[in-house]
């Protein structure tokens, strides 16, 4: 079944093509090709390029690549600030009708499922389903599992440092598809281990990519037009970056790593759920249950209820801390930790420090990235000022700083306001992670897509609720 699908994968240059004309098909302006439109377009795209065999990139050539791709991150970062302070969105003339406009979303979701499909997994959907599989099979979450954890375990630790409803997400796939059992001392890293099918986390993550998307397409209609919703749905199922670049047998990012599909779709639906507050809290604090980095969207979400509501934002606080205490049990009840440790000690370890320290094989030495091809810079800026946690590197405290500030900036926003500051935190996050910083694009480029198109009059019309409408956020 890989095979059949696999046939259907554009290589990375038809990545790039079909985003292009994917893009200017639906929104170019061909009258006036110099648009300030056309501009916003491509700078959607521009990261795409630099991406492409980024994987075989190495010493000088990779420090000018990556130092290209930390800027443009902090461009989006920044230019999701302004679209969250702009006055009213512009007027985009959809160039497609309707009936076109949705056979090719449908085209491209087909595109979506030949990678997601006809491509093996890298790195994050591959450990996740080992790390789930190990939980059914020990009883213990992987951040507890000696076998999963430390340098020595398969992939250096990966299997034990994701969250753990990214665990949670894969169990229902592995069990209708009757993943193996192993003893629950069995090895990994033994021949004789029967690792979990792969299906098993392809269709997850296939499944979490086609809820983000219907999350999207439903949040941009919310205040636009159908036609300007079909849109954008098509934009982001048409992105380069869902095929995955970086080389023609590896990529970066994309379709094939889960880690990279599913918190976002979970943010959209929280985002979707605005108009419920408990809904809206349980489901952010579900994205940071999947992976971390939705935590940090927190205040902006908060503030953008408390300063429209204080009702709506202690019903968004409550929603939050619901499921945040209840994710709290599931890593303290499910991590068993050896003497002399704590589950929370343990799991911070796994995570947070597996991902950003510098010990054996962990991804703060990566040279994959900003801050690894750029040591000097690194001495400083990504050292812990004091203590030995990543919690204290000059870059994190700086990008707590905005996210908290966001609080504020979300006062009196609209909904498509909103979305640019969630973009805004959604690529400030990567400006401090080391390892393959700045190719996480689909956790703001969604968001940008509806700071740009929501509340947008379609073809000189309003769309449905108007600007007016999405500026009082009703």
């Known amino acids: 079944m890989m095979g059949l699908w696999s046939r259907l994968v554009p290589n990375q240059a038809g990545a790039l093509w079909v985003g292009l004309i994917v893009t200017l098909l639906v929104f170019g302006d061909f009258r006036r ?32 690549v990556f130092t290209a791709v930390f800027a443009l991150t902090a461009a989006y970062t920044l230019w999701g600030i302004i679209l969250s302070r702009r006055a009213a969105p512009a007027e985009w003339r959809v160039q497609l009708p309707v009936p076109a ?97 792969v299906a098993a986390t392809t269709l997850t993550c296939l499944l979490f990519h086609l809820i983000g998307l219907v999350a999207l397409l439903a949040a941009v209609r919310r205040d636009s037009s159908l036609a300007v919703a079909l849109g954008a749905a ?142 000097d810079l690194a001495t400083f800026w990504q050292r812990p000022l004091f203590g030995g946690t990543s919690l204290f590197k000059p870059t994190f405290l700086l990008f707590a700083a905005f996210a908290a500030s966001t609080f504020v900036l979300a006062r009196g926003r609209s909904r498509p306001q909103l979305a640019g500051l969630i973009a805004a935190l959604g690529a400030g996050v990567q400006l401090w992670k080391t390892h393959a910083q700045g190719s996480y694009v689909e956790w703001y480029l969604p968001f940008l897509l509806i700071a740009l198109f929501a509340g947008a009059p379609a073809g000189g019309e309003r769309g449905r609720a108007g600007n007016e409408a999405a500026l009082r956020a009703a």
Do not use: C
């Open 33 to 64: 090709p110099f648009s300030r439109k056309n501009a916003a377009l491509l700078f959607l795209l521009l990261l795409a390029p630099l991406l492409v065999d980024v994987l075989s990139w190495w010493e000088s050539r990779a420090r000018i």
């Open 234 to 375: 098509a934009l982001w199922a048409g992105s380069p970056y869902l095929v995955g670049l970086g080389g023609d047998d590896y990529v970066i990012g994309g379709l094939r790593y889960i880690s990279h599909i599913a918190p976002t779709a979970i943010v959209l639906l929280a985002f979707w759920a605005l108009g419920r507050p408990i809904v809206s809290g349980a489901l952010l604090a579900a994205g940071a249950g999947v992976l971390f980095y939705p935590a940090f969207m927190l205040p902006a979400f908060l503030g953008w209820h408390w300063w429209k509501s204080r009702r709506d934002g202690l019903r968004f606080a409550a929603g939050f801390a619901g499921v945040a205490a209840v994710l709290a049990v599931l890593v303290i009840y499910y991590t068993r930790a050896p003497e002399g440790q704590s589950a929370i000690g343990l799991f911070v370890e796994s995570t947070l420090e597996h991902q950003e320290g510098t010990g054996t094989r962990e991804y703060g030495a990566s040279v994959v990235g900003f801050w690894g091809t750029h040591p």
């Open 101 to 197: 406009l949705a056979a090719l979303l449908i085209g491209l979701v087909t595109m979506n499922a030949a990678v997601t499909l006809g491509r093996r997994p890298d790195d994050a959907g591959v450990y996740t389903n080992l790390g789930a599989q190990r939980w059914l099979e020990t009883g213990r979450l992987p951040y507890g599992d000696p076998l999963l954890r430390g340098p020595d375990a398969p992939a250096f630790g990966a299997a034990a440092t994701y969250g753990p409803l990214l665990y949670v997400a894969h169990l229902p796939a592995q069990l209708a598809l009757g993943a193996a059992r192993n003893p629950s001392d069995a090895d990994p890293r033994d021949e004789s281990y029967r690792w979990p099918p």
